[in-house]
């Protein structure tokens, strides 16, 4: 299983690290991709981080097919940079179409909102950003899975939302062991 985080300037730290993490015990392999021309991105608390490879540059040479699944983190600025970016739209778009995994937390579902992926699933976000929100059902639960697209509340839910992601990607047991190694609830 391959992931491929799409990082933005402006990324809530907690939503990436996390899963990041998590991801990584359980056996995944995590890849970074900055949306921006550049491989360094800033956190909205000042993380710096370096991406892997540029989003851009994959989309050009056709390498987004070695990834299962997608993962937005959230944060105000970095949806905001998410969502302006069309290389972002464009493989939120292929990725649903080739029914692989779409992972989005906090304010991050808007991104898959103005894709339009949502408009026949349920879905949560952050409090307060569901007005934005084009899906067909909102739910105020911590984590939502409807299909291949499961979805978050924000920074206080990344850990429930990286282990039930795991779960469903891999396998419940997968999660639990990574869940007891890191003395999670």
């Known amino acids: 299983m391959n992931v491929l985080f799409l990082m933005a300037d402006g990324f809530e730290e ?3 690290v996390t899963p990041f ?3 990584q015990r359980g056996g995944i392999n995590v890849a970074l991709a900055s949306i921006s021309d550049s491989l360094d991105v800033v956190g909205a608390h000042g993380l710096a981080i370096k991406a892997n490879v540029l989003l851009g540059d994959l989309i050009a040479e056709g390498f987004l097919n ?22 972002v739209e464009r493989t939120i778009r292929d990725f649903d179409a080739e029914g692989k995994w779409i992972f989005a937390i906090c ?5 898959l909102s103005q894709a339009g992926i949502l408009k026949h699933r349920k ?3 952050f409090p307060g950003c569901e007005g934005e929100l084009n899906c ?20 206080g839910t990344a850990e ?8 469903q990607a891999t396998d419940r047991a997968n999660s639990e062991k990574i869940r007891q190694q890191v003395v999670a609830r």
Not at 66 to 87: M, R, T
Not at 145 to 150: A, E, T, Y
Not at 160 to 167: H, R, V
């Open 14 to 16: 907690t939503e990436f």
């Open 21 to 23: 993490d998590y991801w």
């Open 66 to 87: 070695q990834f299962d699944a997608i993962c937005l983190p959230g944060g105000g600025p970095g949806v905001k940079n998410l969502k302006s970016s069309k290389n």
């Open 107 to 111: 304010a991050a579902p808007l991104v």
């Open 123 to 125: 879905c949560t976000c």
């Open 136 to 155: 067909k059902e909102f739910l105020t639960d911590r984590v939502v899975v409807d299909g291949k697209i499961i979805t978050s509340r924000g920074a």
């Open 160 to 167: 429930e939302f990286a282990f039930e992601c795991l779960a």
